[in-house]
Nanobody, 117 residues
């Protein structure tokens, strides 16, 4: 069974940092695109960042230069380092894995990030 488990969310002051982690199991890690969506209250879910199986990364403009996505294939883990956090970064962050061969998405349960003074 495929599972994705996020951790690392919490409450942080503006300008602070958080590091999200997502551990994947079920044999879906190495060949998959991995990433993070986020959904703020009253807004649509948006793709914040993703990393391909080859290590290429992409970011939504609003987080570019502040967030860094990375993956550790040996630990089946994808990370999202979030620096210079802003109140508008407040959202539930969802880890996902996308399998190109089957075009199937797998989702984590989400972790809350709140940026507030």
């Amino acid at each position: 069974q495929v599972t994705l488990v996020e951790s690392g969310g919490g409450l942080v002051q503006p300008g602070g940092s958080l590091r999200l982690s997502c551990v994947a199991s079920g044999g879906i890690f190495r060949g998959n695109e991995l990433g993070w969506y986020r959904q703020a209250p009253g807004k649509q879910r948006e793709l914040a960042a993703f990393i391909t199986s080859g290590g290429d990364t992409r970011y939504v403009d609003s987080v570019s230069g502040r967030f860094t996505i990375s993956r550790d294939n040996a630990k089946n883990t994808v990370f999202l380092q979030m620096n210079s956090l802003k109140p508008e970064d407040t959202a539930v962050y969802y880890c996902y894995a996308f399998t190109p061969s089957t075009r199937r998405f797998y989702w984590g349960q989400g972790t809350q990030v709140t940026v507030s003074s």
